[in-house]
């Protein structure tokens, strides 16, 4: 099919907004990676699996008992976990915005003063992150890097 672009005297273009869910939203990310580090991570760090596993959990209540389950008994067979790009993007910003930073000789990413900070007030907001922040507390320490 040819298309009379010849033709055509203006073509125009009109923006319009596209919500983007909060689940892929930078900021969510960032809080939910301050929290995991906050409340799941010995030494306040943690390696990117970690993150992607949790996040993995974060997305629904089924795989929030598939990963409760895994912790009890480590004989089950692990699932497929998809690799999330908006966690690796939201690690850019969190290290961009100085709430944690990356060692390279450990490969793992920790949380600084500031980020202890924001963690603290996220953890205090009752109305905040609260599926989150109830997954976080069952899982403890119990996942190692």
């Given at each position: ?9 203006k ?25 995991v ?8 760090s ?12 974060f997305?629904?209540?089924e ?53 202890k ?7 205090k ?20 890097d």
């Amino acid at each position: 099919m040819d298309l009379p672009y010849e033709q055509a005297k203006k073509i125009t273009f009109t923006r319009r907004k596209a919500p983007i869910s909060p689940e892929y939203r930078p900021l969510t990310k960032i809080a939910q990676i301050v929290l995991v580090l906050y409340m799941a991570s010995r030494g306040s760090s943690a390696n990117l699996l970690k993150f992607q596993l949790l996040n993995w959990a974060f997305k629904s209540e089924e795989r929030d008992g598939i990963l409760l389950l895994i912790i009890q008994d480590p004989l089950i067979t692990p699932p497929i976990i998809n690799m999330d790009p908006s966690v690796n993007r939201a690690l850019q910003f969190a290290i961009a915005e100085k709430l944690i930073i990356f060692t390279d000789t450990t490969g793992k990413f920790t949380l600084t003063d500031k980020g202890k900070d924001f963690a603290k007030v996220i953890y205090k907001e009752k109305d905040i992150l609260v599926a989150e922040k109830a997954l976080l507390k069952k899982v403890g320490l119990n996942i190692t890097d």
